[in-house]
C-alpha cells in the first residue's frame, strides 16, 4: 500500500474551513483518531491536521482524511465570493480564493 505525503493547511485558511460542532463529535473524532467528517480510523500517515480548535474553552485537534478535507476544502472556495468583497469585484484577484484553489489542487494530488 502506497501513501501520499500530507498535505500542510495554511494557517490563515484553517478558520474558513467549517468543522462540524464539537458537541456532536464522537470523541474519537474530536481527538483527531477519526476522520471529523467521515468517521474513518486515521494514522500519521493518512491523518491531515486541521489546526488546532478552542470551542468554549475546550482544546481539540480535528484531522481528516484527504478525500473529506477535498470535499470541505470545495465548499469553502465556493463559499468565499459571497463573503469577499475582492471577489465581488474581480475573483480572479482575491488571494484567499486562489489559495483555497491551490490547496484542492495539493489535495486531488
Same mark, same amino acid.
Given at each position: ?7 500542510? &493547511? ?6 474558513? &474551513?467549517?468543522?462540524? $460542532?464539537?458537541?456532536? =463529535?464522537? +470523541?474519537?473524532? @474530536?481527538?483527531? @483518531? *477519526?476522520?471529523?467528517?467521515?468517521? *474513518? $480510523? ?5 491523518? &491531515? ?6 470551542? +468554549?474553552? *475546550? /482544546?481539540?485537534?480535528? %484531522? ?5 478535507? =477535498? /470535499? ?12 469577499? *468583497?475582492?471577489?465581488? +469585484? +474581480?475573483?480572479? =484577484? ?9 490547496? @484542492?489542487?495539493?489535495? %486531488? %494530488?
Amino acid at each position: 500500500m502506497t501513501t501520499r505525503a500530507l498535505v500542510d &493547511i495554511p494557517v490563515d485558511l484553517l478558520p474558513l &474551513i467549517l468543522l462540524p $460542532p464539537l458537541e456532536v =463529535l464522537s +470523541d474519537a473524532r @474530536a481527538r483527531g @483518531a *477519526e476522520c471529523v467528517w467521515g468517521g *474513518e $480510523p486515521l494514522s500519521t500517515a493518512t491523518a &491531515i491536521d486541521l489546526g488546532e480548535r478552542d470551542t +468554549d474553552g *475546550e /482544546h481539540w485537534f480535528p %484531522r481528516a482524511c484527504r478525500r473529506c478535507t =477535498l /470535499h470541505a476544502v470545495h465548499t469553502a472556495r465556493n463559499a468565499h465570493p459571497g463573503r469577499c *468583497e475582492q471577489c465581488v +469585484d +474581480d475573483a480572479s =484577484l482575491c488571494e484567499t480564493r486562489r489559495a483555497l484553489h491551490a490547496l @484542492a489542487l495539493e489535495l %486531488r %494530488r
